[in-house]
């Protein structure tokens, strides 16, 4: 079990570990350490909350200021999540966006929240008495704040009806007070456009140049803010979410160490004659049983979850593992053997484990990824061999690939890393007939001066 209090972050080079079924022990870190051996868990210790906004506001302001943005505005429920640390259920089911989080390079009024008032009251309140940032209401039942949808003057800003047959209860007067305050701060808005124009004056950015994220949140902001220049939010957040804030780091620490626990406990249960997506279902379970949630499972190089296949005697197959923990993922690969496995693929994945170990040695700030893979390629060269390893370098955090955006826009130039990236190198086999598949790949935090890794990395292939 992950300990939140050290969160170990993974030491040691050693080559392979062959995990036992049906062990016992009390957790996977300190006994993987200790005897090589991974046990499950079955007891679950999930960390205290995190809250608060989990964008990094610093570099929030250098990207903005580089591309000449006034203000972001974003609806979709990732990118307000990252602005504010609320995960909202509404856009989780498919709903147009009725909450929005406006982001200046006002230190004044960093962050602005726009939220319907039932919506504040029932969803969004309880969180935001851990912040400071202000709350504009609008009453309009619905996310039409036009002109034309809606009169001009603000309805009550109301929650439930109280009944007044029993006292209400904590979270009753939790939330009438919190929507009672956020009124009183700045009081209501008749819709949605009302609200967002109120806001962006505030902060001064009613002209300017404002991105968004999605086209409702385009249209409003163009209603509420005539005279501004709008473009297209995706180019700044791809560039903000790779530096992580030092909250986003916790998290990625958390997140990277659950997702290898939670794959290493998955292997134990392998055996021939099994079946992969009885693997999958184990990764899973084991991932919720420490308070994440699986994405996915790559099993041998296949990634669809109606693949029907047996493990065998002397296999040698690959696993990718993807998790996330609240909003933010793990991404964990290595090979497993089922027994002895070929000879030929005993080569492959030493030369791959040689490769990272390589690459390990110069992740510092200020390494660049095309010198990333160089180094892999070069380390290969080296042994000998001309095995097609990819060496892919990316970004992990609110994304698989935090770096990658919607527009469709390939990145400016070569990636240079800095403090706060989270790294991950994809170093799989990309040939067929090799006599099984391989994969490497773990998480890496750039310091200040260096790097380290924040999940487990001890073993580099796994023996069943």
Known sequence: MIDRRTMISGAGLGAAVTVVAGAQS???????????????VTAVDVPEAFMGPRMNF????????????????????????????????????????????????D???????????????????????????????????????????IGRTALPAEGFRDRGEAPMDEVEVFRAKALADAVTNKGTEPGLMFAVRKALNDVGVSKGRIAVDLQPVWRTVAEAAPDATIVDADDALR????????????????????????????VQTVRAGGDVRDLRAAYFAAAARRGGRGVFMVINRVSSPNYEAKFHDGQCFSIDCVSEFMGYHGDYARSVFVGEPPANMKKVTTAAAKSWDAIRE?????????????????????MGVDYNISF????VGLYHNDAAGSSGLSSAGDTVLEKNFILSVDCPLLEAGAGGSHHLEDLTLFTADGSEQINDIGNRTITV
């Open 26 to 40: 009390q957790s996977i870190a300190p006994a993987f350490a200790a005897s090589g051996k991974v046990t499950p």
């Open 58 to 105: 610093e570099q929030a302001e250098k990207v903005m200021t580089k591309l000449g943005l006034d203000a972001l505005v974003v609806g979709s429920g990732t990118n307000f999540y990252h602005a504010t640390g609320i995960d909202l259920t509404a856009t989780r089911m498919g709903h147009a966006p009725g909450a929005y989080a406006i982001i200046t390079r």
């Open 107 to 149: 230190d004044k009024q960093r962050l602005s929240v726009v939220s319907q008032s039932f919506m504040y009251y029932y969803t969004i309140a309880q969180d935001h008495i851990h912040a400071n940032y202000p709350v504009y209401i609008y009453t309009a039942p619905t996310g039409d704040g036009s002109v034309e949808g």
């Open 239 to 266: 560039r903000i979410r790779p530096i992580k804030s030092e909250l986003e780091v916790k998290l990625m620490r958390y997140a990277a160490q659950l997702n290898c626990e939670a794959a290493l406990e998955a």
């Open 362 to 382: 110069i992740l510092k700030p200020g390494v660049s990824f095309s010198q990333i893979r160089a180094k892999g390629k070069e380390t290969l060269k080296k």
């Open 392 to 395: 892919t370098p990316h970004s």
